[in-house]
């Protein structure tokens, strides 16, 4: 029987095609001139990468503008790794050999696909792959798939995890797209270290008991629960200094939706946790060995509140639900946003942090993929006058197993404004961006 990653709304898509002039549904704002790019695992036909995780990557794209859906089309990121290059051969790591699968975004004129193993892919606007990225030479270790750019500074900040020490490198690149900075940060051992976050002045760290094991090589991804390594969250100060590391209950996090400062000079971080039961029962679902879409389970909204002046630790599950991927507007990153956007089996839920109120958009029998923010001025963010935090909309690539269509939603009551029917079917995936203009 095949891998449950390669059925279902899983499956990948055997081929590359384009379409123009999209059916839509309702009425496309049209302040959304721009792209929406959407990353994800899609294996070459007949393959089967031994986890949902390590599928190369592909990016489906649909490009708005005027009212109109002009164009959808998916393209392979075009890696050494899908040329047939290893990953790790007779002269060790080659970064570029990766899978590009998890993310897209853009900053300093570049578009970026991305993946945590390795180098960032430069990519064109209509998608074609331009070639690995180590911005000048300069970068010499993996990237995260998660950078935070501050809305502030315009600077992108972001991390490198390795199988060997130096285990974890944090890395800051100018606004024009520099690396200006390197800082290599000690850490126990090799963990997988998916996420992290910033605030006005701090970089927050996940230092979370999910870790590599070289046993495991070959079997999928190597990495495995381990209680003995413990759980912990560290709070470095982004001009220089120690990380303050604060123990927390074991879990582990894929994703942060926002982390904070507070006016008593706490670090407040929102994210989605896992127990350690219920990590150690999503691992070999999402693995292949069972139903990745059944009884998921166990994964909520969580608060931490981290207190450097006494050392404590605070912490709050915010909702009920089970949900994953958060999102904020991307404006309010580092600072005190208010919503929080998150995607469950059936609906798109949003939170209010502030109220501990909270909406959801209902999908039917589609599942609702990552929902990305879109503000509606170009200035949107806190103390701007271009409106509201929640002013703007959210883009969903929503899907079954027979059909996929871009769902926009008015972030501020989640009503349906538009839909984009694509021309096919298009496999659950994981992390987007909206890019606007031309």
Request: overall charge negative.
């Amino acid at each position: 029987m095949s891998s449950y990653y390669l059925t279902g709304r899983f499956a990948p898509v055997p081929d590359e095609i384009d379409a123009l002039d999209l059916p839509v549904t309702g009425s496309l704002p049209p302040e959304l001139s721009g792209r929406y790019f959407r990353n994800g695992p899609n294996p070459l036909a007949g393959q089967d990468p031994g986890h949902w995780f390590i599928g190369h990557g592909m990016i489906h794209g649909i490009r708005l503008r005027d009212g109109r859906a002009e164009w959808y089309r998916n393209r392979w990121v075009r890696t050494r790794s899908l040329e047939g290059a290893e990953f790790v051969g007779p002269n060790g790591v080659d970064l570029t050999a990766v899978r590009a699968n998890t993310h897209v975004i853009h900053h300093a004129g570049r578009i970026l696909a991305l993946v945590e193993n390795g180098l960032p892919y430069e990519m064109t606007g209509e998608l074609e792959t331009v070639g690995p990225c180590d911005f000048g030479g300069r970068l010499t270790t993996a990237m995260t798939a998660h950078p935070k750019e501050d809305p502030i500074t315009g600077e992108l900040h972001f991390f490198g995890y390795g199988l060997a020490a130096p285990y974890l490198t944090y890395h800051r690149l100018s606004a024009s797209g520099e690396l200006v900075e390197s800082r290599e940060i000690p850490v126990p051992g090799p963990t997988m270290m998916h996420d992290f976050a910033i605030t006005r002045s701090a970089v927050v760290w996940l230092d979370l008991p999910v870790v590599f094991d070289l046993r495991l090589a070959g079997r999928g991804l190597p990495y495995r629960w381990d209680d003995s390594y413990g759980a912990r969250l560290g709070v470095m100060p982004r001009n220089g200094g120690e990380v303050r590391w604060f123990d927390i209950d074991p879990c582990y996090v894929f994703h942060v939706g926002n982390a904070r400062e507070d006016e008593h000079g706490r670090v407040v971080l929102d994210g989605i946790r896992y127990s350690p039961g219920a990590f150690t029962a999503l691992w070999p679902r999402i693995g292949g060995s069972v139903n990745p879409a059944a009884e998921t389970g166990g994964s909520g909204l969580y608060r931490w509140v981290l207190d450097p002046a006494t050392g404590a630790v605070g912490e709050e599950r915010l909702d009920d639900r089970d949900v994953e991927f958060p999102t904020i507007n991307d404006r309010y990153t580092g600072l005190g946003n208010r919503y929080v956007y998150t995607a469950g089996a059936d609906a798109i839920v949003k939170y209010d942090t502030v109220t501990g109120g909270s909406q959801s958009h209902g999908t039917g029998e589609a599942s609702p993929g990552e929902a990305v923010f879109v503000p509606a001025g170009p200035g949107s963010g806190p103390g701007s006058d271009c409106g509201a935090e929640d002013e703007g909309w959210l883009l969903s690539i929503v899907g079954t197993d027979h059909g996929a269509e871009l769902l926009v939603l008015d972030a501020s009551d989640l009503k349906e404004v538009a839909s984009v029917r694509l021309p096919r079917r298009v496999p659950a995936g994981f992390h987007g961006s909206w890019i606007p203009g031309d």
